[in-house]
């Protein structure tokens, strides 16, 4: 059995333009492990644990909990463990400042009144 069908060149645009939309659409975020997230976000699986515990979310798949990147993203910026930079107290150059409260200057160590540029320890009295 054959079957002819004819389509005008309106048509065919349509369906390649439809078949294109379709190739590019993102197929469902792949579910991942806990070691894979703890690595996406620099944690240790601990700490992934310990968010379980308060609710984050999950799915168990074949015996195994399983997360979307993005859903335990959203739910750590609700929590409040995710800010960003600003809230934690980064310079411009990404190193850590210090944000808590200075105790003043630790004591010197008892007999040594201070260290010379050479290094050598200049005794005290």
């Not at 739910?75 to 995710?82: D, P, S, T, V, Y």
Request: hydrophobic share 40%.
């Amino acid at each position: 059995m054959q079957v002819s069908v004819s389509l005008s060149q309106a048509d065919l645009d349509a369906i390649a333009a439809a078949v294109c939309e379709r190739l590019a659409a993102p197929g469902p975020e792949p579910y991942i492990g806990k070691a894979e997230l703890a690595e996406a976000f620099r944690c240790s699986v601990r700490w992934i644990e310990d968010r379980l515990r308060e609710g984050m979310p999950s799915v168990l798949l074949a015996g195994a909990r399983k997360f979307r990147r993005s859903e335990v993203e959203a739910w750590l910026r609700a929590a409040g463990h995710l800010r960003t930079d600003a809230s934690v107290g980064y310079d411009s150059k990404h190193k850590k400042t210090a944000r808590h409260r200075s105790n003043g200057p630790r004591p010197a160590h008892e007999g040594i009144s201070s260290v010379n540029e050479d290094q050598t320890i200049q005794a005290g009295v």
